[in-house]
């Protein structure tokens, strides 16, 4: 009974603060961040190295059934040249009685501004990048679960299943980098055909790199991205990122939809980093506080 208080509670959430949940969600800091690829298939093939990246939030949150949680993996690598650059992964987000799920592949080619910085890192290289992702994402609403017998919206569960294309462009120096992208621009194509009600999202952001200290051993790294979606509110996301000689991690920002978010982590080794992050949300106090982790492997080099 508990279970199904907490389920009707999240759901009459969504219902009065989140017209839009139907649609994508914007990821976490945590995700987009160390999982840029999510938002923009430009980034397919940023590192030199094949990058592996999972990434949870919510998982840890016992409290309230319903709450919200997300985990997304995915692989990222360079393919036959230092231009080419692919990467793939899988994308899921519950809330309440709904959840998605994506799977997608991208594509990104790059084309640098002097051809010596061709396979050099991308924190020492200038280039831009055009990328294309395809994929396909479940929508299920399981509005069945919520009990609700004498209410005739709630009497059948509602599942779809929609192909997904999407563009990005990323712009990157060894200080600045800013992107664009529309990680799905048939929602709004596919909407009559599936019952649901997906829009068209945009995503930019930009940021930049200051190196500091005597051998340049702190990187700091503020950022800032927008999202925005037809019949939703502008959301913006403020962050810093601080790095101390590639053996710790901290950051933290604010959401516009305010919510604040803190992580804090270390590289196990040279290949390998742990994360741990807190979101908190200050509007919707219904919804519990967040706990995630971040897995980062990198092959070859690793973070050198």
Same mark, same amino acid.
């Given at each position: 009974m508990k279970r199904i208080v907490n389920i009707i509670l999240i759901t009459l959430l969504l219902i009065l603060f989140l017209p839009a949940a139907s649609a994508q969600q914007t990821p976490v800091f945590s995700s987009y961040n160390y999982n840029t690829v999510l938002l923009n298939p430009a980034q397919a093939g940023f590192h030199q190295n094949t990058d592996l990246v999972l990434t949870t939030d919510g998982y840890f949150n016992s409290a309230v059934d319903g709450s919200p949680r997300s985990f997304d993996i995915s692989v990222n690598t360079l393919a036959w040249s230092d231009k080419v650059g692919l990467a793939a992964g899988i994308?899921? *987000?519950?809330?309440?009685?709904?959840?998605?799920?994506?799977?997608?592949?991208? +594509?990104? +080619?790059?084309?640098?501004?002097?051809? *010596?910085?061709?396979?050099?890192?991308? +924190?020492?290289s200038n280039f831009i990048s055009f990328g294309l992702t395809a994929g396909a994402m479940l929508y299920n609403e399981n509005l069945t679960q919520l009990g609700l017998e004498n209410d005739p919206e709630f009497q059948e569960d509602i599942n779809s299943f929609t192909p997904t294309v999407g563009l990005g462009f990323l712009y990157n120096t060894e200080s600045l980098y800013t992107g664009v992208s529309a990680p799905n621009v048939l929602n709004s194509a596919f909407n009559s055909k599936n019952n649901t009600n997906l829009k068209n999202v945009y995503y930019g952001y930009f940021g930049y790199r200051f190196f500091t200290g005597g051998m340049e051993d702190i990187v700091i790294n503020p950022s800032f991205l927008a999202k925005y979606m037809e019949g939703a509110a502008f959301q913006a996301d403020l962050n810093v990122l601080v790095n101390y000689k590639n053996k710790v991690e901290f950051g933290g920002g604010y959401r516009t939809s305010d919510t604040v978010n803190l992580l804090a982590g270390f590289y196990v080794s040279d290949k390998f980093k742990i994360i741990c992050t807190y979101n908190k949300s200050f509007d919707n106090v219904v919804i519990p506080d967040t706990f995630g982790l971040v897995l980062n492997y990198r092959l070859g080099r690793g973070f050198e």
């Open positions: 994308s899921r *987000d519950e809330i309440g009685v709904t959840n998605t799920t994506s799977f997608f592949t991208s +594509y990104a +080619y790059k084309i640098y501004f002097n051809t *010596d910085e061709a396979g050099k890192s991308a +924190y020492s």
